[in-house]
């Protein structure tokens, strides 16, 4: 874990004179529109949670009541709450009411007058309400339609029908409407702060930065403030004890400050450093009185896209601070179907499973939000790069005036919102959009016309090619603004997916393709490839009864949205594992599989660096229980591809790699310094007798994937190689690796019972041996207990040390072998 460190430049200032006053703790209530009674509301919240905290309606979740809770999507809901304004509060020159954010379509009154209507949930809205509050009660009233019917009605408006249906007209969580991983819940409500904010002559109203120049000996910053004045004259910006002069108008202003900071300390990404943030803190000032403060954070460090064309196709890598980074990260979903669940530790949660897996970068995925604050926040504390997709997935979208303008204003304001933080790399402009268009037979599913595909295509180039990327040069200076409008750039159908740009692969699953034609199929950067995993059992058992725990109740089904999902996690199944009948034994091997296929695709891929630079999964987790592509389930559990995304991640990596003569040994180094030591190559048997053994000094190169030892199959061409295994270790002073190459897949191993010791060392460590090869070693506790390592080989005559979240006294051990018989 890294060593955080902040630099605050200035000391804390005083209070200003400027405020605000949140009203997410006034007595809410809701109902359901033409629907008399009122129920007690939580804001934060959705229509969904609300619903069940009354006991309206049943856990969404649990086994198949999601298909008796499609009725909310179409009904219209209305929230309430009343609030006190004091005089002294109504004596302020200016109050707004701001919403962070409203779920979807709204109208907002207050004290019976309409002052908003919304139309974006990802939009943060701000009306001024001065003239619409009194001393005493006050009464505000905010009014959602279905959503879904307003999708409908709009898509009613077109003579043909886009790709996505209802949900592509409405600026909202695109996954709510159902995906191959997620239920649908198409939800309604205020599910961000609602607060009022009270201001006199003049606020803050942004703070960004520009990095002008960044070397070892200077950093030169400009610091842009844009302000809203109501009262012009003299005003100033403190620095610490220096104030900056500026006289103002009235009306917004936007003013600069620029400051120097010698010998900078750069910010860096997992693995290669510290993620440093300097802290500067702001006050506006007039007549001596504080008006407002601001504090913000930020990073130095330089971020590229290198595309440069080359004798096979074109590079697409990162250089972050002048040093070319090979990517290790997965995709991001939303972590619950009910946003306002997910608190600020369970993001500080999700973004330490990627630090701990030795993550560097999270790619928030465009069917999902924004996330908020509290994730871009422990990205940047962690050392996290964010490849940010917009929210576009999957579909194509409409191209009308109303449409553009309400999308131009969502970029605007999440992109203000984001753009300081050093771990955003990257802006990307959808999901798969481009791709469905091009490769997915839309054109003659929807029996589209010439002129209804030219109008379609128009549309979406009128977003993703000229709108967004025009908005984001207006918000961004050069050094922050790396655009690329879709992911992935060309199909995976295409050879020149693997060529040039980024690539989704999907060859294995989609197309059923063994998982060794991940060691053919490598791209330039892969943001996009997976394979399923059944969650833990006791996941099962939270969202289904035990009478219905087995793979053909409703309610398990019901937890698999893909068509096909669990006959192909069988038929794969089939072709490397012998396939166990008792469910336990079951969803054990499934995550052994995902976790298997899932090493063979990340290792191919970092085995041909620098010609791939990058690897990211899918995905990361999940917005329920469910059996989906995630290493991390909805609970927080680390299947066991998480475990293997932790060793397969590791920054010094050992990987074999079969040829029809002989095994290639590389020896993959993301760090930037060389490394020397002893390379031992040993073929053992799976009661630890030594067959062969090869040992060699090396100089392990810095940031290079290279071969370091070629074993001919001759060597061994007698061994038993359903019976034995190569176990291969790199030693230095620095650091060391090890990994075992197997060369038989698991249903051929020749696998004899073995006796496992469990040795206790103190409340929170124990140790791990075996008289023979036990093959993924599985330790669970009835406590939930986290172990640092899981579902790993113990060689025979080897010791595992093996460190614990939580003191157990009933650590349940079993192996791949326990589920042949």
Not at 198 to 219: G, H, P, S
């Given at each position: 874990m890294h060593k955080f460190l902040f630099i605050v430049l200035f000391p804390m200032i005083l209070l200003s004179q400027n405020f605000e006053r949140s009203l997410n703790k006034e007595i809410w209530?809701?109902?359901?529109e033409s629907k008399d009674y009122w129920f007690p509301a939580t804001v934060?919240?959705?229509?969904?949670?609300?619903?069940?905290?009354?006991?309206?309606?049943?856990?969404?979740?649990?086994?198949?009541?999601?298909?008796?809770?499609?009725?909310?999507?179409?009904?219209?809901?209305?929230?309430?709450?009343?609030?006190?304004?004091?005089?002294?509060?109504?004596?302020?020159?200016?109050?707004?009411?701001?919403l962070d954010g409203l779920d979807t379509y709204a109208t907002v009154f207050l004290n019976e007058k309409p002052i908003l209507e919304a139309n974006n949930m990802f939009r943060s809205w701000k009306i001024s309400v001065k003239n619409h509050l009194v001393v005493g009660e006050n009464h505000l009233v905010i009014k959602f339609k279905s959503a879904v019917q307003e999708g409908k009605n709009q898509a009613k408006k077109l003579s043909y029908t886009l790709p996505g249906d209802e949900k592509v007209f409405t600026r909202k969580a695109q996954y709510q409407y159902g995906w191959d991983w997620g239920p649908r819940f198409v939800t309604a409500g205020?599910?961000?702060?609602?607060?009022?904010?009270?201001?006199?002559?003049?606020?803050?109203?942004?703070?960004?930065?520009?990095?002008?120049?960044?070397?070892?000996?200077?950093?030169?910053?400009?610091?842009?403030f844009t302000l809203k004045v109501q009262k012009k004259g003299k005003y100033q910006i403190y620095l610490g004890a220096k104030p900056y002069d500026f006289q103002l108008k009235?009306?917004?202003?936007?003013?600069?400050?620029?400051?120097?900071?010698?010998?900078?300390?750069?910010?860096?990404?997992?693995?290669?450093?510290?993620?440093?943030?300097?802290?500067?803190?702001?006050?506006?000032?007039?007549?001596?009185?504080?008006?407002?403060?601001?504090?913000?954070?930020?990073g130095l460090r330089t971020i590229e896209l290198i595309q440069e064309k080359d004798k096979v196709g074109t590079s697409f890598y990162f250089k972050l601070n002048g040093i070319p980074v090979f990517m290790k990260g997965a995709n991001y979903i939303p972590d619950d179907s009910f946003m306002t669940r997910v608190s600020d530790s369970i993001y500080k949660v999700r973004v330490k499973d990627a630090v701990?897996?030795?993550?560097?970068?999270?790619?928030?995925?465009?069917?999902?939000?924004?996330?908020?604050?509290?994730?871009?926040?422990?990205?940047?504390?962690?050392?996290?790069?964010?490849?940010?997709?917009?929210?576009?997935?999957?579909?194509?979208?409409?191209?009308?005036?109303?449409?553009?303008?309400?999308?131009?204003?969502?970029?605007?304001?999440?992109?203000?919102?984001?753009?300081?933080?050093?771990?955003?790399?990257?802006?990307?402009?959808?999901?798969?959009?481009?791709?469905?268009w091009k490769n997915w037979g839309w054109q003659k599913q929807y029996n589209y016309s010439k002129a209804d595909s030219t109008k379609i295509w128009n549309d979406y180039e009128k977003v993703f090619h000229q709108l967004i990327p025009k908005t984001l040069d207006s918000l961004l200076p050069k050094n922050k603004n790396i655009y690329w409008p879709s992911s992935p750039s060309i199909g995976w159908g295409r050879k020149e997916s693997?060529?040039?740009?980024?690539?989704?692969?999907?060859?294995?699953?989609?197309?059923?393709?063994?998982?060794?034609?991940?060691?053919?199929?490598?791209g330039r950067f892969m943001s996009e490839y997976g394979f399923q995993g059944m969650p833990n059992l006791d996941t099962w058992k939270k969202v289904i009864s035990k009478d219905y725990l087995n793979l053909t109740s409703d309610s398990f089904k019901n937890h698999q949205k893909?068509?096909?999902?669990?006959?192909?996690?069988?038929?794969?199944?089939?072709?490397?594992?012998?396939?166990?009948?008792d469910l336990e034994d079951y969803i054990y091997v499934s995550q052994l599989l995902q976790a298997d296929g899932m090493k063979t695709a990340i290792e191919a891929h970092r085995r041909a660096k620098p010609y791939c630079m990058g690897t990211l999964y899918w995905q990361f987790n999940d917005c329920w229980p469910v059996t989906s592509w995630s290493s991390v389930d909805y609970f927080g559990n680390w299947k066991a591809f998480h475990y293997?995304?932790?060793?397969?991640?590791?920054?010094?990596?050992?990987?074999?790699?079969?040829?029809?003569?002989?095994?290639?040994?590389?020896?993959?180094?993301?760090?930037?310094?060389?490394?020397?030591?002893?390379?031992?190559?040993?073929?053992?048997?799976?009661?630890?007798?030594?067959?062969?053994?090869?040992?060699?000094?090396?100089?392990?190169?810095?940031?290079?994937?290279?071969?370091?030892?070629?074993?001919?199959?001759?060597?061994?061409?007698?061994?038993?190689?359903?019976?034995?295994?190569?176990?291969?270790?790199?030693?230095?002073?620095?650091?060391?690796?090890?990994?075992?190459f197997y060369f038989a897949k698991p249903k051929d191993l020749e696998l004899t019972k073995p006796t496992i010791s469990i040795k206790k060392l103190d409340d929170l460590t124990i140790e791990i041996t075996s008289d023979v090869l036990a093959k993924n070693v599985y330790l669970s506790t009835t406590e939930n207990t986290h172990f640092s390592a899981n579902y790993f080989d113990v060689l025979p005559n080897q010791v595992y040390r093996i460190t614990l979240s939580k003191p157990s006294e009933d650590v349940k051990i079993i192996s791949l072998f326990d589920t042949l018989n």
């Open positions: 209530k809701f109902n359901q934060p919240g959705t229509i969904h949670t609300d619903l069940l905290a009354n006991k309206l309606i049943k856990n969404p979740f649990y086994g198949a009541n999601e298909k008796h809770l499609q009725w909310i999507e179409n009904e219209d809901w209305n929230y309430k709450t009343s609030f006190v304004v004091s005089k002294s509060e109504l004596k302020n020159k200016n109050i707004d009411l701001q205020i599910w961000k702060n609602v607060k009022l904010h009270f201001w006199n002559d003049a606020k803050i109203e942004n703070v960004k930065f520009e990095q002008k120049e960044l070397n070892k000996d200077e950093a030169k910053i400009n610091f842009e009235k009306g917004i202003n936007i003013v600069e400050i620029p400051i120097q900071i010698k010998n900078p300390i750069l910010w860096w990404c997992n693995g290669l450093g510290v993620p440093h943030q300097y802290v500067f803190q702001f006050k506006l000032q007039s007549n001596e009185k504080i008006l407002d403060n601001k504090t913000l954070k930020i701990d897996a030795n993550m560097n970068m999270l790619r928030v995925w465009g069917g999902g939000i924004y996330a908020d604050d509290a994730f871009y926040e422990e990205c940047d504390k962690n050392g996290i790069l964010v490849w940010q997709d917009f929210m576009f997935a999957c579909a194509m979208y409409p191209g009308d005036e109303a449409f553009l303008e309400n999308v131009k204003q969502e970029v605007i304001d999440n992109v203000n919102r984001l753009q300081n933080h050093p771990s955003v790399a990257i802006w990307c402009g959808n999901n798969e959009n481009d791709e469905g693997l060529t040039q740009g980024d690539s989704h692969y999907w060859g294995v699953w989609w197309g059923k393709e063994p998982f060794e034609i991940y060691e053919k199929k490598v893909h068509p096909t999902g669990y006959e192909t996690i069988n038929e794969y199944m089939e072709r490397d594992y012998v396939v166990p009948k293997q995304v932790k060793r397969s991640y590791e920054n010094l990596l050992i990987s074999v790699q079969e040829e029809k003569d002989s095994y290639k040994i590389f020896i993959v180094n993301d760090d930037l310094k060389t490394i020397s030591g002893y390379l031992k190559i040993q073929n053992i048997d799976f009661k630890g007798n030594l067959l062969l053994e090869k040992s060699l000094k090396i100089e392990v190169k810095p940031n290079s994937s290279e071969v370091y030892f070629t074993l001919s199959k001759k060597e061994i061409s007698e061994i038993n190689f359903k019976k034995s295994l190569l176990k291969i270790e790199f030693n230095s002073v620095e650091k060391s690796a090890s990994t075992a």
